[in-house]
C-alpha cells in the first residue's frame, strides 16, 4: 500500500485533554518529513464504532488508545500483536489492507522507561507493587517480569479487579501474582508502578500526594517509584512518595518511550527519543 500524502493520526479515550501526544506526534511527523496531524478523538463507548469504521477505511492511517479504551478495543481488533494478546490491552492500532492490528507498546515502553532511570535494576529478585487494575497495569505486569522483579502485588480501589488481574498474570506469566488491600500490597515493596489515573484531575492533587505519602512510607526504605502520570512532569503522586523520601518519578520517559515505537508501526519512520522529549518538556 502506497504511502498517504497526509497522515491522519490520532488518540481516542477519556478525558484526554490534558494528552502531550499531539505534541510529540506532530513532533515526529516534522523530524520525519511527513506532513499530517494527530487529533484527540475524545469517545466513551458508545462512540467507539464509528471511530474505528474511519479506520478501517482508511481516513484514519493510525490510533494510540488510552483509559479507559485499552481492553475494550482489544475486541474489536481483527488481529494481535502476540504481546498485546499477552497483556490483553492495546494502546496502538494499525490499519493493515482494511483490517485493525491491535499493538502494546506499553510493555517496551515502561520496560525501556525504568532501566533507563535505574540502570542497575535494584528490583530485581525483589516485591514490586502495581497500583491499578486496567491496561496500564496489564502492561506493568508483563514489564515486571521482563526485568526480573521476584513478585508482583496488584491493588486497585476495586479489589475484585485486582484480584481478577492477578489471576490472570499468574497463569499467562512465570512469576507469583497475587492481589492484596493497599496497605499491605506497598509493604516491603521495592518498586512500585502507579499506574492509575489518579492526579490528573487538577483538584484531587494535593490529596493524592498526602496519599502517597502515606502509602510510600510503608514500603522498603530504598523503594523506587514510577507514576505513570506525565503531566505534570512531576505527578502528584510522585510528590508525595518524594515526601516520604523514597525516589521517584512520572511517567514521561515511557510516554515518549511507547510514542516512539506506535510512530514507527505506523509510518516505518523512528525518530530520537532525545528530540520528543526536548518537544514535551518546552511545553510542561
Known sequence: MSEPAFWNLGLVGSPISHSRSPIIHGAALKASGLSG?????ERDTDGLDELLDTLRGGVIHGLNVTIPH?????????????????VGAVNTLVVRDGRIVGFNTDVQGLETALLSQWPSSPWRSKRCTVYGAGGAARAACVALRNIGAGEIVITNRTRKRAQELARLMSQRLDIRCTASNTHDAFRDSS????????GVNNREQENVAQRA?????LTDPACLLMDLVYSPALPPFAVGARAAERQAVGGLGMLVYQAQRAFQLWTGKV?????????????T
Do not use: F, G, N, W
Not at 505519602?213 to 512510607?217: I, P, Y
Open 37 to 41: 496531524e494527530y487529533l484527540l478523538y
Open 70 to 86: 485499552k481492553e475494550t478495543l482489544l475486541r474489536h481488533c481483527d488481529e494481535l500483536d502476540p504481546l498485546a494478546e499477552l
Open 191 to 198: 518498586l512500585v508502578i502507579q499506574a492509575t489515573s489518579l
Open 213 to 217: 505519602k502515606e502509602l510510600m512510607v
Open 271 to 283: 525518530v530520537t527519543t532525545s528530540l520528543l522529549e526536548e518537544v514535551v518538556l518546552a511545553t
